[in-house]
T-cell receptor
Framework: GAVVSQHPSWVICKSGTSVKIECRSLDFQATTMFWYRQFPKQSLMLMATSNEGSKATYEQGVEKDKFLINHASLTLSTLTVTSAHPEDSSFYIC??????????????????FGPGTRLTVL | QQQVKQSPQSLIVQKGGISIINCAYENTAFDYFPWYQQFPGKGPALLIAIRPDVSEKKEGRFTISFNKSAKQFSLHIMDSQPGDSATYFCAAARRPAGGTSYGKLTFGQGTILTVHP
């Protein structure tokens, strides 16, 4: 259980186009999802926290107008990179947090990560 | 105060040996300490996690040791195998006052583990 999927797994686009990445919790409901980006051989950098039915909370330095996040349901959050440029090329990873009592009776909530999306902007 | 410092950056171990990765934190409000394993091109996977009410937790070949007074915790991988070769991240999180859910994870810098056959 607690499987998170991402689509697409990789995408190549031209500079100036917009790209949408989907994150789905397949077998549990997630009121909170997180979006990270990771550069090669570096740690995960949290971009934003996505809460179902409300506006995302962005980390300092992350442009909310460039990285649009929509958490429309308890199993789906999307990240749209608008007007992508080569410097946006990165590995984007989402995670979904299990809420206590909603999945498996866990006493504390864990984050389960998706497999990541490799974005390359030409 | 939100930092988690991880060491070493890279580690090479022979098959059957013990791999030890250390993390130190500053924020005493942290009360959840997970370790994640990440293979190239994949998302991180939760390995094992500990809360500060215990000093050690073991799951199979993986053990977390926790030293609350020193604000340090470490991952020990016993009988290391080539299949354990991956990047390992420690992390920390805390529950906001009055909250029931842990907030965002603060990650360490990562350790690239290579286990030679």
């Amino acid at each position: 259980g607690a499987v998170v999927s991402q689509h697409p797994s990789w995408v190549i686009c031209k500079s100036g186009t917009s790209v949408k990445i989907e994150c789905r919790s397949l077998d549990f409901q997630a009121t909170t999802m997180f979006w990270y980006r990771q550069f090669p051989k570096q740690s995960l950098m949290l971009m934003a926290t996505s809460n179902e039915g409300s506006k995302a909370t962005y980390e300092q330095g992350v442009e909310k107008d460039k990285f649009l996040i929509n958490h429309a349901s308890l199993t789906l959050s999307t990240l749209t990179v608008t007007s992508a440029h080569p410097e946006d090329s990165s590995f984007y990873i989402c995670s979904a947090r299990v809420e206590p009592g909603l999945a498996g009776g866990r006493s504390y909530n864990e984050q389960f990560f998706g497999p990541g999306t490799r974005l390359t902007v030409l | 105060q939100q930092q988690v410092k991880q060491s070493p950056q890279s580690l090479i171990v022979q098959k059957g040996g013990i791999s030890i990765i250390n993390c130190a934190y500053e924020n005493t409000a942290f009360d959840y300490f997970p370790w994640y394993q990440q293979f190239p091109g994949k998302g991180p996977a939760l390995l094992i996690a500990i809360r500060p009410d215990v000093s050690e937790k073991k799951e199979g070949r993986f053990t977390i040791s926790f030293n609350k007074s020193a604000k340090q915790f470490s991952l020990h991988i016993m009988d290391s195998q080539p299949g354990d070769s991956a990047t390992y991240f420690c992390a920390a999180a805390r529950r906001p006052a009055g909250g029931t859910s842990y907030g965002k994870l603060t990650f360490g810098q990562g350790t690239i583990l290579t286990v030679h056959p």
